[in-house]
């Protein structure tokens, strides 16, 4: 297999869960195991650690970490991993500079070559909390402190569990931003288990699908985001695409920024993000509208041209899904069956996608 | 109408409760003296239709509980000390106090050796084990043997101190102490040769005093108990049992 | 006289107590993990074992100890190795029935402050690359501090009040076997109310003080748990 792969396959009941997987991920990235609660993903991801015990095998690289047939299981401080839990779990008996430390002197001691504590305490901006006690931070300083610290081991794979649950938006926000600014580095596979799908469209690029346990799909996260008959686990009106853009410039006296997104442009209010920084634009389905004509003296300010590529009955709602082709991006827009059969919509229709609204999930966003 | 009807009650607990007007009393004994009064139980209540009952203690012990109000009736103590302190103390019944029984000395090795006179001065036991002579007769006793025979000194950084002559007992029992002083009232019943009487002549009387306290002056059955207690009937079960008996009431030496 | 000596008992208590508590928080500890973390059937039946001294009059306690310390039991076998014959009305006898009276005032205690860590950060220790034996003494002990305070004062005090199981098996012995408790009984039964006072009466502060001191150091010792944002 390749080298640049992590392999898993595991099955078996624990906890009440009936596990059967198999799923491969890149060795670079952020892989989110996506799925509602309940679905077993956290199982899935206790396996991958060694926390839980299911039969299977996990291959990272060359490198066996678990392989049943064979009788080969590494206990989890065998395993060059981080793991971020749900909640931060910092140790209370340690100030934060010696909690970050802990993976970091084991991993001397097992002869790793971890990485340099001041820069990942500037990553993860904790700069200021060293010397403070775990009880004295915020949820958010919390959980950038457990980023670090398993960060601070030198991990070949950071498994992460639902990190942001357990935070306010304001630490939900900070810890994004330092997610966001690992992501970019881009040094170490994250496989990040989620439910929300705002999270998962922002930071992953590969999705592994969970359901009931099973893998339902897997694969590039703007390909699958973008299927029609694709719905995310927390629900339909979630649905949408994920949109690549770059910054044009800054109106700063309308307090504008310019997009470009495959030749058109968008526009929003400001961001805090220079010329020709790469930006991740959602946008949901049911924020798109449809014109044959392109609309004026309208308030929405986006209006992209596309040509349809393909309209697809929803199940058990009285709507449709439309995916627009808007010159190389794809814009997914839902409307009524009422509205396609006055306009007469069907593919290869030339049409004007109007984008209500839509979240930004760049940088200094 | 009304006196038939109580006379028939009175018949009927008469009926019920023995010979005469039986009335209950509450006694206090001194461990060392448990299976004789629990022999002097059946005779006392045969002959009297009182009903006794006994609870056991460390004298010291239980004259604490009498000087705290413990509902008992009457008193037998392992020693003379106590009773003579609860006449003193208003606790008893001043001119009740009568030496029921003198304790006998043995010296005891456990059914493992015979155990004769000559014993002490021949094996050389690690660990000899007494009552604790500051608070037991039988250990002060011991203590007196000890010197009288010469022995006192050889033994003095052997001695093992239990706190009343059953823990003595039980030192030697469990094989802890090879050899001790107890009492004949211990091991009475065992084989003649297990132990050696110590003679009546190398240690101070050990005589242990009853007294009538006072909760129990107007109780017939705690009288009835101590005048029986010096009866020939309890004095012959008493001497089975392992005591010697008093020459004469009152006490055989006010110490 | 030597019955007035109340030095004596008062150092050879200390000694006891400390001798005791240090063996206890050694056997103890390991026994308070095992269950604490054990998923064996036998746990419960282990920790019955441990709790018996609880429940059990200390007279049967002491008289089992006296026949296990003699001759026929296992303490006289080795006994025997140095030419004695009993380890009842020794010190090293004394010893051995204080650890096990005082078993379950220091088992109990650790165990529950073991099992208030819970799984997490031993969890997180390992992912971090910490060993078995690694967790146990970062974090697990660490962070089960307050547990071992309460247990260590609670044997050590325990062990100076102990009366029932000392009197039984040490045969009164001065400065090998006459703890503090005996003689103070001693002092009592014969009458000798003056030392008996000090005597009490020093023990009756000591343990206000042991009780008042546990009870302040275990809150400040406790660890603050992170509540949620």
């Known amino acids: 297999m390749s080298a640049d792969m992590i392999q898993a396959a595991f099955r078996g009941q624990t906890g009440g869960f009936d596990i059967d997987v198999a799923f491969t991920m890149p060795r670079a990235g952020v892989t989110a195991l996506f799925g509602a609660s309940g679905s077993g993903k956290t199982t899935i991801l206790r396996a991958m650690a060694g926390l839980g015990k299911l039969e299977g095998s996990l291959q990272v690289g060359d490198a066996i970490w678990q392989d049943s047939a064979r009788g080969i299981f590494k206990a989890p401080h065998e395993r060059p991993i981080g793991y971020v839990f749900q909640e931060a779990s910092l140790f209370p008996h340690l100030d934060v500079a010696d909690n970050i430390r802990f993976g970091e002197k084991r991993a001397l001691r097992a002869g790793a070559t971890p990485p340099v504590f001041g820069d990942i305490v500037d990553q993860m901006k904790i700069g200021r909390l060293l010397d403070r006690a775990p009880h004295t931070l915020s949820g958010g300083e919390r959980q950038r402190v457990a980023l670090a610290r398993a960060l601070m081991r030198g991990p070949e794979l950071l498994l992460m569990d639902e990190p942001l649950s357990a935070l306010d938006r304001r630490g939900r926000d900070d810890l994004l931003g330092c997610l966001e600014a690992l992501h970019r580095e881009a040094r170490i596979p994250i496989l990040y288990v989620s439910h929300d799908s705002a999270e998962v469209a922002r930071l992953a690029d590969h999705l592994v699908i969970i359901e009931g346990g099973r893998k339902q799909a897997e694969g590039p996260a703007s390909t699958l985001f973008s299927q029609l008959d694709f719905i995310p686990p927390d629900g339909r009106a979630e649905a949408g695409v994920i949109l690549e853009a770059r910054v044009q410039d800054h109106d700063s006296t309308m307090q504008l920024t310019h997009l470009a997104v495959n030749g058109q442009t968008m526009t929003t209010p400001a961001i805090e993000a220079p010329a020709g920084t790469e930006v991740t634009l959602r946008v949901k389905a049911r924020d798109v509208a449809i014109a044959l004509k392109k609309p004026e003296a309208i308030s929405i300010r986006n209006i992209l041209e596309g040509t349809i590529l393909e309209i697809r009955d929803a199940d058990d709602v009285g709507h449709v899904d439309v995916l627009i082709d808007i010159g190389g991006g794809q814009l997914r827009s839902q409307v009524t069956h009422d509205a396609c059969n006055d306009l007469q919509l069907k593919a290869g229709t030339s049409v004007f996608a109007l984008v209500k609204s839509m979240s930004f999930d760049g940088p200094g966003a | ?255 | ?229």
């Open chain 3, 1 to 229: 006289m030597d019955d007035l000596n109340i030095w004596s008992p008062i150092l050879l208590t200390a000694k006891l107590a400390s001798v005791t508590t240090l063996i206890l928080m050694v056997i103890g500890t390991p026994i308070a993990w095992w269950l604490a973390r054990s998923g064996s059937r036998f746990r419960e039946a282990v920790a019955a074992v441990v709790a018996l001294p609880l429940v059990l009059p200390p007279t049967v306690l002491g008289f089992y100890l006296l026949m296990a310390l003699g001759p026929d039991g296992p303490g006289g076998m080795i006994a025997s190795l140095y030419g004695a014959r009993s380890l009842a009305f020794t010190f090293e006898g004394l010893v051995i029935g204080s650890v096990i009276y005082s078993l379950p005032f220091v088992v109990q205690p650790i165990r529950n402050a073991f099992e208030a860590i819970g799984d997490r950060p031993l969890e997180v220790a390992a992912t971090l690359g910490a060993s078995p034996w690694d967790r146990f003494w970062s974090v697990a002990v660490p962070l089960a501090r307050p547990g071992f305070l309460t247990g260590a004062v609670l044997g050590f005090s325990h062990t100076v009040g102990e009366f029932g199981v000392v009197l039984m098996i040490g045969g009164n012995i001065l400065g090998e076997t006459r703890v503090l408790s005996v003689a103070i009984y001693d002092y009592v039964e014969t009458l000798n109310w003056a030392p008996a006072h000090m005597l009490a009466a020093g023990l009756l502060v000591f343990s206000f003080l042991v009780i008042f001191t546990v009870m302040t150091l275990e809150k400040r010792w406790r660890f603050k748990r992170e509540d949620r944002p």
């Open chain 2, 1 to 255: 109408m009304l006196m038939l009807r109580f006379a028939k009650l009175l018949l009927l607990l008469a009926l019920l409760s023995g010979p005469a007007f039986a009335g209950d009393t509450r006694v206090a004994v001194a461990t060392n003296f448990t299976h004789a009064a629990r022999a002097l139980t059946t005779a006392f209540e045969r002959e009297t239709g009182h009903r006794v009952r006994f609870s056991f203690g460390a004298t010291g012990q239980l004259y604490a509980q009498i000087s705290q109000g413990a509902p008992f009736d009457a008193f037998l103590a392992a020693d003379q000390v106590r009773p003579q302190r609860a006449e003193v103390e208003g606790l008893a019944v001043r001119g009740s106090r009568f030496t029921y029984a003198m304790g006998a000395l043995v010296l005891y090795g456990g059914n493992k050796r015979p155990v004769q006179e000559g014993t002490l001065a021949t094996t050389a036991p690690d660990r000899l084990a007494i009552a604790n002579p500051a608070t037991a007769p039988y250990g002060a006793a011991a203590l007196e043997t000890l010197a009288a025979m010469g022995l006192l000194e050889t033994y003095q950084e052997r001695l093992v101190r239990g706190t009343n002559v059953a823990q003595a007992y039980q030192f030697i029992a469990t094989g802890n102490a090879e050899l001790g002083f107890v009492a004949l009232a211990q091991v009475f019943d065992q084989a003649p040769t297990d132990y050696w009487l110590v003679p009546a002549t190398l240690h101070r009387p050990i005589a242990q005093d009853a007294v009538l306290l006072t909760r129990g002056e107007t109780n017939d059955a705690a009288r009835a108990f101590l005048t029986f207690l010096q009866g020939p009937e309890a004095r012959a079960i008493i001497s089975r049992m392992g005591y010697h008996l008093p020459t004469a009431k009152g006490g055989a030496s006010d110490g």
